[in-house]
């Protein structure tokens, strides 16, 4: 959905968390992986000079400040490999037992075999800090920021990823990028397993060829979407606590395609130009090819898939649902007040016929006016409907932000890192609380 820019109050913390504690080299995933062939304005945006392979099939303009760059023709040498890195630090311990996700009909079981709902909040920063050049994370960047979820009883966090900055391409900074990036993600998520969190791992924002990922565009690309899932299914594998957000927010229903956007979303197509200067053809990979791209792995976590407009249509969703032997897919849905479907006379009739299927996690959920009366209606349909949710967003970016005031920011949940709720996330923790 495109809302209103968050101001530079995103630019302060700039702490990156080094070193990981999953299994396996991330050296060794990206030896076997190639590297190659919408506007999300809740994050600022930034010019970030590109540089990298462009995959087959692509035809992509990128323009900015700094002029024209077209991706070269066939047979040149454009690759940026991936950086070479050193294995992360060995286990030292895993997530409990019953800290554990599986898809077991039309719910979430736990290690337990428990019915699981995901009841937690996005924590947004890593998907732009470091396509932007100046960290990884917004906010602390370490464990502080888990402390104040536990506490408010939440127990899943998205995780939001860039795709340039995950596979170290493209011109990343590698301070921030690459090897750096991927070890504090591996280290983030085991912090938030430590404090009894699940994390679920979305690819927020990607790019064709040398396009900077730097914006949400219509749909992931062919040209390195499929070589990140690879890569980050691999490294988290063997963690039971673990979902894979496969895409964040498709909107090909706005876009030019070579077939229909349903379709499109679900086999991948042809598309037309694209957000910040993108424009010529590239290919867009598909929610069941990014899925086969997890599979291929041998990770058998939950994965999630969220529709076209921005995730909040689900009307084609049942009749183009991936296919996956494991029987392990869940759908997305994102609410926000404004969108198409936003009243309990959609979410009764649209939603509810993909619940009685699948698991149902609303990815993002949130209103723009530092209230949350309309945030508080979604809730109680899903709280009666067994659906999962996460608030956008754990983020204290509201300067002079109180108990009375979200400090001019219209989506942040707390007011200081401590946790202390906003207006806006006030009901949001009373909720939890009960």
Same mark, same amino acid.
């Given at each position: 959905?495109?809302?209103?820019?968050?101001?530079?109050?995103?630019?302060?913390?700039?702490?990156?968390?080094?070193?990981?504690?999953?299994?396996?080299?991330?050296?060794?995933?990206?030896?076997?992986? @190639?590297?190659? *062939?919408?506007?999300? &304005?809740?994050? /600022? #945006?930034? $010019?970030? !000079?590109?540089?990298? =392979?462009v995959?087959?099939?692509?035809?992509?303009?990128?323009? @900015?400040?700094? *002029?024209?760059?077209? &991706?070269?023709? /066939? #047979?040149? $040498?454009? !690759?940026?490999?991936? =950086?070479?890195?050193?294995?992360?630090?060995?286990?030292?311990? @895993?997530?409990?037992?019953?800290?554990?996700?599986?898809?077991? #009909?039309?719910?979430?079981?736990?290690?337990?075999?428990?019915?699981?709902?995901?009841?937690?909040?996005?924590?947004?920063?890593?998907?732009?800090?470091?396509v932007?050049?100046? #960290?990884?994370f917004?906010?602390?960047?370490?464990?502080?920021v888990f402390?104040?979820?536990?506490?408010?009883?939440?127990?899943?966090?998205?995780?939001?990823?860039?795709?340039?900055?995950?596979?170290?391409?493209?011109?990343?900074?590698?301070?921030?990028g690459?090897?750096?990036?991927?070890?504090?993600?591996?280290?983030?998520?085991?912090?938030?397993?430590?404090?009894?969190?699940?994390?679920?791992?979305?690819?927020?924002?990607?790019?064709?060829?040398?396009?900077?990922?730097?914006?949400?565009?219509?749909?992931?690309?062919?040209?390195?979407?499929?070589?990140?899932?690879?890569?980050?299914?691999?490294?988290?594998?063997?963690?039971?606590a673990?979902?894979?957000?496969?895409?964040?927010?498709?909107?090909?229903?706005?876009?030019?395609?070579?077939?229909?956007?349903?379709?499109?979303?679900?086999?991948?197509?042809?598309?037309?130009?694209?957000?910040?200067?993108?424009?010529?053809?590239?290919?867009?990979?598909?929610?069941?090819q990014?899925?086969?791209?997890?599979?291929?792995?041998?990770?058998?976590?939950?994965?999630?898939?969220?529709?076209?407009?921005?995730?909040?249509?689900?009307?084609?969703?049942?009749?183009?649902?991936?296919?996956?032997?494991?029987?392990?897919v869940?759908?997305?849905?994102?609410?926000?007040?404004?969108?198409?479907?936003?009243?309990?006379?959609?979410?009764?009739?649209?939603?509810?016929?993909?619940?009685?299927?699948?698991?149902?996690?609303?990815?993002?959920?949130?209103?723009?006016?530092?209230?949350?009366?309309?945030?508080?209606?979604?809730?109680?349909?899903?709280?009666?409907?067994?659906?999962?949710?996460?608030?956008?967003?754990?983020?204290?970016?509201?300067?002079?932000?109180?108990?009375?005031?979200?400090?001019?920011?219209?989506?942040?949940?707390?007011?200081?890192?401590?946790?202390?709720?906003?207006?806006?996330?006030?009901?949001?923790?009373?909720?939890?609380?009960?």
């Amino acid at each position: 959905m495109r809302i209103t820019p968050l101001g530079s109050a995103l630019l302060l913390g700039l702490a990156a968390c080094g070193g990981g504690v999953i299994e396996g080299s991330v050296d060794d995933q990206l030896g076997d992986v @190639g590297i190659g *062939g919408g506007d999300d &304005s809740r994050v /600022p #945006g930034g $010019d970030v !000079t590109s540089s990298g =392979d462009v995959g087959s099939g692509s035809d992509v303009t990128t323009s @900015g400040d700094s *002029g024209t760059t077209t &991706s070269p023709p /066939p #047979g040149s $040498d454009a !690759t940026t490999p991936p =950086d070479t890195l050193a294995p992360p630090p060995p286990v030292d311990s @895993g997530p409990l037992p019953a800290l554990s996700i599986r898809v077991s #009909g039309n719910h979430f079981i736990d290690g337990t075999g428990a019915t699981l709902r995901l009841r937690g909040a996005n924590h947004s920063g890593t998907e732009y800090a470091c396509v932007q050049g100046w #960290g990884i994370f917004s906010g602390p960047g370490d464990e502080s920021v888990f402390v104040g979820m536990q506490k408010w009883k939440l127990n899943a966090v998205r995780i939001p990823l860039n795709e340039d900055c995950w596979l170290g391409i493209n011109g990343v900074d590698t301070t921030h990028g690459g090897k750096a990036y991927r070890d504090a993600m591996v280290n983030w998520v085991n912090l938030a397993h430590k404090h009894g969190l699940y994390a679920v791992i979305d690819l927020h924002w990607a790019a064709p060829g040398t396009h900077s990922a730097a914006e949400q565009q219509p749909m992931a690309d062919a040209d390195h979407a499929l070589d990140f899932w690879k890569s980050v299914a691999t490294t988290f594998k063997s963690d039971p606590a673990v979902v894979f957000d496969l895409y964040n927010e498709p909107f090909l229903n706005h876009s030019t395609l070579s077939t229909d956007a349903w379709s499109c979303w679900l086999s991948g197509c042809t598309v037309t130009g694209g957000e910040g200067g993108l424009s010529g053809t590239w290919k867009s990979a598909g929610m069941q090819q990014m899925l086969d791209a997890v599979r291929s792995t041998g990770a058998n976590q939950p994965v999630i898939a969220g529709g076209l407009e921005w995730s909040n249509d689900l009307t084609g969703w049942l009749a183009h649902a991936p296919k996956d032997s494991l029987g392990q897919v869940a759908a997305a849905f994102h609410q926000y007040k404004g969108n198409l479907c936003q009243d309990a006379s959609c979410w009764g009739s649209t939603i509810a016929g993909v619940t009685a299927s699948v698991p149902l996690v609303t990815g993002e959920l949130g209103q723009d006016e530092c209230a949350h009366d309309f945030t508080d209606k979604y809730l109680d349909w899903a709280d009666s409907a067994g659906v999962s949710y996460l608030m956008w967003s754990w983020n204290a970016w509201g300067s002079g932000s109180s108990a009375s005031s979200c400090g001019g920011q219209k989506f942040t949940m707390i007011a200081d890192w401590n946790g202390s709720p906003t207006p806006y996330g006030v009901a949001y923790q009373a909720r939890l609380a009960k």
